[in-house]
């Protein structure tokens, strides 16, 4: 509760620097004067938005027009979707989860490229002896309720307080199946830097994060760990913000690039099909893993999620070696069954001789040995 007070107090002064900015700059300046009193809508991150190209005084906004909600007309055919369908939305049997050995994977190796799925978007990746934390949610619903929302089908392969050294930690957008307050709680007081997108910080200030453990960016900014060895770019995604249905897109969203010395990655966060991919490819790529959201879609809002034959083209687009689906497996979020985005996948990128790594949660890839693909979620189908 104390958040969402927190949130409309933010976004109450954004409605107030909104009239500013398309009336006369002495509003203006009466807000920033105000705003620079207030511990959390600081002046400096009142002009960060305003001078963002993505900011329209209002919302944020995509690159390409975009249907962030239900798309016209389709209300009737979503609330028919959602009370009928025979699909296994939820597995009727327990999903594997393997517990990985940690000594393995924080080895601290200047060589290594090693990914942890720990479900729907979570991973932990050590890139060049850096280790990094990626949409880390590990509460049971993804939800600002305890008692509904969407469930996890299974705990996380790792316990909190087992994560090795962070050197970072992305987020790519403030919804519940991203962002997790107690976690985002918890990691902060390991001293961890928080990546993250123009606004969220706000919600992080409000849960006890330090400003100078956050470092807030807008798409094509660039940052780098102290020691210069791994650089982040924030870069397009299609998709929106806002932890409630009255802060739609009020809080921005992004996907990210890391580069080491010897790897590159992509993690596109929550996105629908867009051109910046290639776009993107042609700055960054090739890339060593494209990570693409690959799960949770419905022609009701194509325009902000990606089904698998959209994430091998939006792979191609990038430059990828391999392709390892995120977004999937872990929540129901929308009709089809839980294992569809990776049969789907797995049967296309046989075809099209593309590379695709799909673990178990909590099983160890490294870059240069992909376990083979042996649909192990075919062993849990009812």
Request: net charge positive.
């Amino acid at each position: 509760m104390e958040s969402t007070t927190s949130r409309r107090k933010f976004m109450k002064k954004s409605a107030l620097l909104t009239i500013g900015m398309t009336t006369s700059s002495c509003t203006t300046k009466a807000l920033d004067v105000q705003a620079s009193k207030d511990p959390i809508l600081t002046a400096e991150r009142i002009n960060r938005i305003k001078k963002s190209p993505h900011f329209n005084g209002k919302t944020f906004n995509n690159l390409i027009k975009t249907d962030t909600g239900l798309k016209p007309g389709m209300k009737m055919e979503a609330l028919r979707k959602w009370i009928g369908g025979d699909q296994e939305r939820v597995p009727k049997k327990p999903i594997p989860v393997m517990q990985p050995t940690l000594s393995k994977f924080n080895t601290g190796s200047e060589k290594d490229l090693k990914v942890i799925w720990l479900g729907h978007s979570s991973l932990l990746i050590e890139i060049e002896g850096k280790n990094i934390l990626i949409d880390p949610v590990w509460s049971t619903r993804a939800s600002p309720f305890s008692f509904i929302g969407p469930k996890r089908f299974f705990a996380p392969p790792i316990d909190l307080t087992s994560l090795p050294k962070l050197y970072a930690v992305l987020i790519s957008h403030d919804h519940y199946d991203h962002l997790d307050e107690d976690c985002i709680k918890y990691l902060a007081k390991t001293g961890v830097v928080f990546y993250v997108p123009l606004g969220v910080s706000v919600d992080l200030e409000n849960w006890g994060v330090s400003t100078k453990q956050i470092k807030e960016m807008d798409w094509w900014d660039m940052a780098q760990l102290s020691d210069k060895s791994i650089t982040f770019i924030s870069t397009p995604a299609r998709h929106c913000g806002g932890r409630g249905p009255l802060l739609s897109n009020q809080t921005f969203w992004t996907s990210w690039v890391i580069i080491g010395a010897n790897h590159r990655l992509y993690f596109s966060g929550d996105s629908g099909m867009q051109p910046t991919f290639k776009e993107i490819g042609r700055k960054y790529g090739p890339f060593n893993y494209t990570f693409l959201d690959t799960g949770a879609y419905d022609k009701c809002w194509s325009d902000i999620h990606m089904n698998p034959d959209q994430a091998l083209i939006a792979h191609e687009d990038l430059k990828g070696d391999v392709l390892m689906p995120i977004h999937w497996g872990t929540y129901s979020l929308s009709y089809h069954s839980w294992y569809e985005p990776v049969e789907w996948l797995s049967k296309e990128a046989t075809k099209k001789s593309v590379k695709v790594a799909i673990p178990k949660p909590g099983q160890i890839l490294t870059v240069d040995q992909l376990p083979p693909n042996k649909k192990w979620w075919r062993s849990v189908i009812a």
